[in-house]
T-cell receptor
Framework: KQEVTQIPAALSVPEGENLVLNCSFTDSAIYNLQWFRQDPGKGLTSLLLIQSSQREQTSGRLNASLDKSSGRSTLYIAASQPGDSATYLCAAPNTGNQFYFGTGTSLTVIP | DAGVIQSPRHEVTEMGQEVTLRCKPISGHNSLFWYRQTMMRGLELLIYFNNNVPIDDSGMPEDRFSAKMPNASFSTLKIQPSEPRDSAVYFC???????????FGPGTRLTVL
């Protein structure tokens, strides 16, 4: 069974700082790698999806990379803002459409 | 589009009662997923439908849980009888196809006393 780990579990940074969130997975037979954001009491919002054949994907201040061989993905957030405060989760679905989520990184950006 | 709609948003019930959670996926999406989220276990996939057909229900915890998708615009997750350990937030998500980008509903917070 796929195991997805996210480190750190919590992160607190001052506004304006660039930061990196990490996601690792044990089975490299993934279909894609997805990053989500979850605000307290809300559902998940999709941020980025990297196909298994891709190396990275960018959206605004967010950049996600994927290294299947090492079982790692990173989410880079540039010039962090207080509005970025949320829990960030990664998911690694396999070709059988089984979704495995990490436990998330809780991010706090201090004004 | 209104996004994925779930009802009720909150449900409080007593142990042994039947609970039915409802989901309306985004129009045109072919895949629907039910998840459960708890502090202890995180987000777990319970069941996945494709074109209204259950494809993978290996995540359904036990026979007390059942899910149906009678048509492309409606799905239910039923727990009968409910137990306190079923207390969690249940999410429904839909996508155009399989492991494509998923769109989540707001969730149903279930409390079983």
């Amino acid at each position: 069974k796929q195991e997805v780990t996210q480190i750190p579990a919590a992160l607190s940074v001052p506004e304006g700082e660039n930061l990196v969130l990490n996601c690792s997975f044990t089975d490299s037979a993934i279909y894609n790698l997805q990053w989500f954001r979850q605000d307290p009491g809300k559902g998940l919002t999709s941020l980025l999806l990297i196909q298994s054949s891709q190396r990275e994907q960018t959206s605004g201040r967010l950049n996600a990379s994927l290294d299947k061989s090492s079982g790692r993905s990173t989410l880079y957030i540039a010039a962090s803002q207080p509005g970025d405060s949320a829990t960030y989760l990664c998911a690694a679905p396999n070709t059988g459409n089984q979704f495995y989520f990490g436990t998330g990184t809780s991010l706090t950006v201090i004004p | 589009d209104a996004g994925v709609i779930q009802s009720p948003r909150h449900e409080v019930t007593e142990m042994g009662q039947e609970v039915t959670l409802r989901c309306k996926p985004i129009s045109g999406h072919n895949s629907l997923f039910w998840y459960r989220q708890t502090m202890m276990r995180g987000l777990e996939l319970l069941i996945y439908f494709n074109n209204n057909v259950p494809i993978d229900d290996s995540g359904m915890p036990e026979d007390r849980f059942s899910a149906k998708m009678p048509n492309a615009s409606f799905s239910t997750l039923k727990i009968q009888p409910s137990e306190p350990r079923d207390s969690a937030v249940y999410f429904c998500a839909s996508s155009w196809a399989g492991p494509d980008t998923q769109y989540f509903g707001p969730g149903t917070r279930l409390t079983v006393l």
